[in-house]
């Protein structure tokens, strides 16, 4: 099973923070394919193959965790980069 874990500081407040997000997370579901749920205080992104993000919007932090099967491992460099390009797009 391969991992990313990347936590992002930001000078965002909670919800401007949730707006990034749901950017990432559009991001991902147009690039990748599969599909976000709203779960509490934070999102999941799942895709069918086997990619699993947890997205924790906050204030000052926006963390974002994902689990891949070994058959969707080879996708990791795509998938991390694709999150770096989209936080230093809508962060900084």
């Known amino acids: ?13 909670e919800d401007d923070c949730r707006t990034v997000a749901e950017d990432l997370l559009d991001q991902l579901v147009d690039h990748f394919g599969g ?8 999102y999941c992104y799942i ?13 000052g ?9 070994l058959l969707t491992g080879a996708l990791a460099p795509r998938l991390e980069q694709e999150i770096h390009r989209v936080l230093e797009e809508q962060i900084g």
């Open 47 to 59: 895709h069918g193959t086997g990619i699993k993000a947890k997205v924790l919007p906050g204030e």
């Open 61 to 69: 932090e926006l963390t974002i965790n994902v689990t891949m099967s």
């Open 35 to 42: 599909y976000v749920e709203p779960d509490g205080d934070h």
């Open 1 to 13: 099973m391969r991992r990313i874990n990347i936590c992002k500081q930001h000078d965002l407040d």
